[in-house]
T-cell receptor, first 115, second 114 residues
Framework: AQSVTQLGSHVSVSEGALVLLRCNYS??????LFWYVQYPNQGLQLLLK????ATLVKGINGFEAEFKKSETSFHLTKPSAHMSDAAEYFC?????????????WGLGTSLAVNP | SQTIHQWPATLVQPVGSPLSLECTVE??????LYWYRQAAGRGLQLLFY??????ISSEVPQNLSASRPQDRQFILSSKKLLLSDSGFYLC?????????????FGNGTRLTVT
């Protein structure tokens, strides 16, 4: 069975500092991996996705993530945090096999950016 | 381009009253459609998903139901709301038979049952 673990339910960084949000997954088959961002009282917006090919994926708003199969990780990073990055971030996985239409979600990480 | 509309944005309903939330998608055909619930401080819970008109899969036993009367229309309903039905409800769609297709979300409905 697939699962997703986001380490740290709350992360706080200073403006201009590196953002690192951790995601580890469990999957018996090659996964598709996604990061989403959710601002208060809004829906989720796709930041980036990994399907196949290049393991370093660039997304919107300056975020990127690296798929590391050996570590079963897909951590999200941004070199310099902005105040506008304060939001909830979700990692999700879908099996790259069969007729699976469902995503398995992490519980989310709330990112606070301090001035 | 594809868009997803979800309404209403907020709703306050008394216990025991009915519920109807609607979601429509434009700019695509035969999408997979999803209803999620997000309780305060918790993750996303998949309630229903649909791969076609009249085809509904229920993920969690509850007093909610879903219907898909048209290809791009997805409705979440309840005959009698419970306090525990309060939460943030999200509709989403993905491309059918494209397994690396991400989900695209609506703006959500904040439901408060009093």
């Amino acid at each position: 069975a697939q699962s997703v673990t986001q380490l740290g339910s709350h992360v706080s960084v200073s403006e201009g500092a590196l953002v690192l949000l951790r995601c580890n997954y469990s999957s018996s088959v090659p996964p598709y991996l996604f990061w989403y961002v959710q601002y208060p009282n809004q829906g989720l917006q796709l930041l980036l996705k990994y399907t196949t090919g290049a393991t370093l994926v660039k997304g919107i708003n300056g975020f990127e993530a690296e798929f590391k199969k050996s570590e079963t990780s897909f951590h999200l990073t941004k070199p310099s945090a902005h105040m506008s990055d304060a939001a909830e971030y979700f990692c999700a996985v879908r099996a790259n096999a069969g007729n699976n239409r469902k995503l398995i979600w992490g519980l989310g990480t709330s990112l606070a950016v301090n001035p | 381009s594809q868009t997803i509309h979800q309404w209403p944005a907020t709703l306050v309903q008394p216990v025991g009253s009915p519920l109807s939330l609607e979601c429509t998608v434009e700019g695509t055909s035969n999408p997979n459609l999803y209803w999620y619930r997000q309780a305060a401080g918790r993750g996303l819970q998949l309630l229903f998903y649909s791969v076609g008109i009249g085809q509904i899969s229920s993920e969690v036993p509850q007093n909610l139901s879903a219907s898909r009367p048209q290809d791009r229309q997805f409705i979440l309903s309840s005959k009698k709301l419970l306090l525990s039905d309060s939460g943030f409800y999200l509709c989403a769609w993905s491309e059918d038979r494209v397994y690396n297709s991400p989900l695209h979300f609506g703006n959500g409905t904040r439901l408060t049952v009093t």
